[in-house]
């Protein structure tokens, strides 16, 4: 069976090799390139008031090796953050921060919506201000929903996403060997921005887009795959995972195998 990891490269190489020690072909295929943006006098500001904010919400490993090298530059001591509620998407991104000592809660379910069910997003009359160290077009959907509360948030830009020059290059070889496949074709989508791409990838050719199995990355994103089906009468399939943990996706693999 064939699975094509479109997570950006770094990201992917834990689950590409368990799933290959598993007997799966794996075809690492990054549909997102994480560019550093540059240290703005925007930077400077938010950095500034950060003191002051309840919350820093960061997205990913990227966001928070980023994050802390713009803040070291921006001369603020990493201790006078330690009254601050520090939450991370994912065990990867909370490992980073532990080691500048700053403890993050980690929600279960690696989304916005995730996110949105901890505790302290629950009861939010005392949050007046909340960060987020993020790439260009992430977790909108969060930020526009505490905005919409009267939380003011602080809008860290750390890093743009593009689709690789290299994954363009790429498309006709996997494309061929999709349509070649007998068996299923599998194709992990973690995010929006992903899906986007490969939409425009395989914009001509809607038979390579309806010959997959799609495996996404929580409700919202289910939806929108499911929604996109529907107005297109398109006839892929579509199954949602809560995590990327290599044995969340293994157990989803084997379910729909009928092994589970």
């Known amino acids: 069976m064939l699975f094509i990891n479109t997570r950006p490269t770094v990201r992917a190489e834990q689950l590409n090799q368990f799933l290959q020690a598993k007997g799966y072909e794996v075809i690492d295929y990054p549909l997102l390139e994480l560019i550093e943006s540059p240290y703005s006098d925007e930077l400077v500001r938010l950095y500034q008031q950060l003191a002051q904010t309840q919350v820093v919400v960061v997205v ?45 809660e980690v929600p279960e379910i690696e989304t916005s919506e995730g996110m949105l069910q901890l505790e302290m997003f629950k009861q939010t009359s005392r949050l007046k201000q909340i ?21 003011e948030v602080l809008n860290f830009v750390l890093y743009s996403r593009h689709c690789p020059l290299e994954t363009v290059e790429y498309l006709p070889i996997l494309t061929s060997r999709i349509l070649a496949e007998q068996e299923k074709v599998w194709v992990l989508m973690s995010s929006e921005a992903s899906w986007l791409n490969w939409l425009k990838l395989v914009e001509a050719l809607p038979s390579v887009c309806h010959r997959c199995c799609y495996m996404v990355l929580g409700e919202r994103l ?12 398109a006839y892929y399939s579509v199954c949602r995972v809560d995590d990327l943990k290599p044995n969340t996706v293994l157990a989803q693999l084997e379910k729909d195998e009928g092994r589970l």
């Open 60 to 104: 990913s490993p990227t966001a928070a090796e980023i994050g802390l090298r713009y803040l070291h530059r921006s001369g603020i001591d990493i201790q006078q953050l330690k009254h601050i509620q520090w939450v991370a998407v994912g065990k990867s991104t909370a490992d980073y921060l532990a080691r500048y000592q700053l403890n993050a």
């Open 222 to 233: 289910f939806h929108i795959l499911m929604t996109y089906k529907n107005q297109q009468n």
């Open 131 to 151: 960060a987020f160290w993020r790439g260009e077009g992430g977790r909108q959907f969060m930020m526009q929903h505490l905005a919409s509360q009267g939380i």
